[in-house]
């Protein structure tokens, strides 16, 4: 079959209309941009007198990686086509990330010319990886805290049973070791708490779940609340209409959600504005998202808590579900938001 060489107001027409950024930069220091396509306008969110002449470092800012950068430079001096994903920033500041190809184009006399780049939004996907990567992460934490749970149980028996026999076998004793015998069963109970937080974040413990209206679930809080978190938080309840009944352990859900709103308290102290939102709606999750998070496809309800606090740094949020793990030290076990994992997980959701 005869190939066909479209005209050029053809190929403009199609660079034009592709829903690729592309554009074409010179191949000097400058690097200055020559031409840019509307789908690298749309993407970027700049107008096209914005960009021309500008080196592409104006996409770049605090987070994007210097080692991406680096073997981006590596690959243009050596004259290769370079794939990378380079995290960018949009002209209001908002970050996306950039699947980038740039391919040298040479001239007549076979020397690189011109550079041509073109780029998509890969967003979405690394967004989805990231999450598949937590999920398998929590998994694997389940089951080694499942493990530990058990082996906490044993222990447990063992020191209640000592403490049975110690009180049945020789009463005098007993009546002269009140105290220690006393303090030994409150470190018993303490252990025992946390063994079924423990439990709970592992998965290995269902709960006595029951049918329970979520916005009344939120909304029995609302006085438990205004009690622990005293006058200086404002609590403000969003429930949506739209959201109906699942089955849950009441009881747990609620305990999650005060522990969640202490935590924001706290992470409030010193702003004069303190504010906890929470907040009922409904998520529809697709095939694609319900195989990250390991869930059916299908409709959800979500509840949500926001507070007006400092937030935390990127390291802290990607442990922030770990057991254990406390941004206040030794001032707690750090079981907070484990707990509240495994309820949901229990529950069916995430």
């Known amino acids: 079959m005869e190939s066909v060489t479209p005209d050029r107001e053809l190929l403009t027409q199609i660079v034009e209309q592709s829903r690729i ?14 031409y840019a396509n509307r789908a690298f306008l749309d993407l970027t969110g700049y107008a096209l007198d914005e960009v021309v002449g500008r080196n592409c470092r104006f996409l770049q800012g605090a987070n994007t990686a210097p080692e991406a950068i680096a073997e981006l430079r590596e690959a243009i001096r050596d004259g290769r ?11 209001d500041g908002s970050e996306f990330w950039n699947l980038l190809h740039v391919h040298p184009i040479s001239g007549a006399d076979g020397q690189p010319q011109y550079l041509l780049g073109y780029q998509r939004d890969v967003t979405q996907r690394r967004h989805l990886e990231q999450g598949l990567q937590q999920v398998r992460r929590l998994e694997a934490l389940g089951v080694l805290t499942g493990g530990i749970a058990h082996e906490f149980n044993n222990m447990l028996q063992v020191m209640t049973a000592t403490l049975d026999m110690i009180e049945y076998h020789d009463a005098g004793l007993a009546q002269r070791m009140t105290t220690p015998i006393d303090s030994g069963r409150g ?5 025992e708490a946390l063994t079924r937080q423990l439990q709970t974040f592992a998965k290995g413990k269902p709960g006595a779940t029951t049918t329970a209206q979520v916005n009344e679930v939120d909304e029995s809080l609302r006085e438990i609340l205004t009690n622990a978190l005293g006058e200086e938080v404002q609590v403000e309840f969003d429930l949506a209409a739209t959201v109906g009944s699942c089955c849950i352990d ?5 305990t999650c959600l005060v522990n969640i709103a202490i935590n924001a308290k706290e992470a409030m102290e010193g702003r004069g504005d303190r504010r906890l939102l929470i907040r ?9 998202q319900a195989q990250v998070y390991r869930i059916e496809p299908g409709a959800y309800f979500s509840i949500e808590l926001a507070d007006s606090g400092r937030g935390m740094d990127a390291a802290r949020l990607e442990r922030a579900l770990d057991p254990f793990f406390s941004t206040k030290g030794s001032r707690r076990v750090g079981m907070g938001l484990s707990t509240a994992y495994g309820f949901a997980r229990q529950s069916g959701g995430t």
């Open 21 to 34: 950024g592309i554009i074409v930069t010179s191949v000097d220091a400058n690097q200055r941009i020559l």
């Open 81 to 91: 086509t370079a794939v990378i994903e380079l995290l960018n920033y949009r002209k």
């Open 187 to 191: 470190a018993i109970a303490r252990v």
């Open 250 to 254: 009441r009881v747990l859900a609620q």
């Open 280 to 288: 009922t709606g409904r998520r529809d999750v697709d095939a694609r």
